[in-house]
């Protein structure tokens, strides 16, 4: 399967700032990457994907970013919410095994 | 959009008693499902890969007879946790991989998660 790990563990953030989390795969051949947001208690659920053709990718306050060359993928959160906690997982191409996730706290 | 209902929740049971989790894609079929473990503050662990009509495959170190799953249908996959110890005490996660690519869009759709607690 594929290789995806995650920079940093836990990231904290004020309410109303921006967050960037970021993810390192490791197979050159991956296509199709996707965040899941997983909150306390709940299974995980879908973010955002993005295949390999683009570099950028929008949705409702959060930008997912692919980077090729250094195969590296961020997600941005923009205008951060107290309901923005959890931890968040990227996957390639529907790997089913998950790295560690980054728990991402938000102060009021 | 799909959905996948996990179902119970929340299982509390007796050491040495069996405890089934029901897994059901709702509105799209799912010739592969997952199920994974989760354990207070970590990340979630593959358990196995579970195939409509076939036997499932297993990662290393779980124990297919302790843990058992059917999948019986395109909708449905059940995961038996057989003779229950307090250390399979844990947070249980299914996900489904849809089939039509139209719908589901290759994206895994996952459980609410079922939390056993095995006293």
């Known amino acids: 399967g594929e290789s995806v790990g995650l920079h940093l563990p836990t990231l904290s953030v004020q309410e109303g700032d921006n967050s960037i989390i970021n993810c390192a795969y490791s197979n050159s051949a991956s296509d199709y990457f996707i965040w899941y947001k997983q909150e306390s208690g709940k299974g995980p659920q879908f973010i955002i994907d993005?295949?390999?053709?683009?570099d950028k990718r929008q949705g409702q306050r959060v930008t997912v970013l692919l980077n090729k060359t250094v195969k590296h993928l961020s997600l941005q959160i923009a205008a951060t919410q107290p309901g923005d906690s959890a931890v968040y997982f990227c996957?390639?191409?529907?790997?089913?095994?998950f790295g560690a996730g980054t728990r991402l706290t938000v102060k009021p | 959009g799909a959905v996948v209902s996990q179902h119970p929740s929340w299982v509390i049971c007796k050491s040495g008693t069996s405890v089934k989790i029901e897994c059901r894609s709702l509105?799209?079929?799912?010739?592969?499902m997952f199920w994974y473990r989760q354990f207070p503050k970590q990340s979630l662990m593959l358990m196995a890969t579970s195939n409509e009509g076939s036997k499932a495959t297993y990662e290393q170190g779980v124990e297919k007879d302790k843990f058992l799953i059917n999948h019986a249908s395109l909708t449905l996959s059940t995961l038996t946790v057989t003779s229950a110890h307090p250390e399979d005490s844990s947070f249980y996660i299914c996900?489904?991989?849809?089939?039509?690519?139209?719908?589901?869009?290759?994206?895994?759709?996952f459980g609410s998660g079922t939390q056993l607690s095995v006293l």
């Open positions: 996957a390639a191409n529907n790997d089913m095994r």
């Open positions: 993005i295949r390999s053709n683009m």
């Open positions: 509105d799209f079929q799912a010739t592969t």
């Open positions: 996900s489904a991989l849809g089939t039509d690519f139209r719908l589901t869009n290759e994206k895994l759709f």
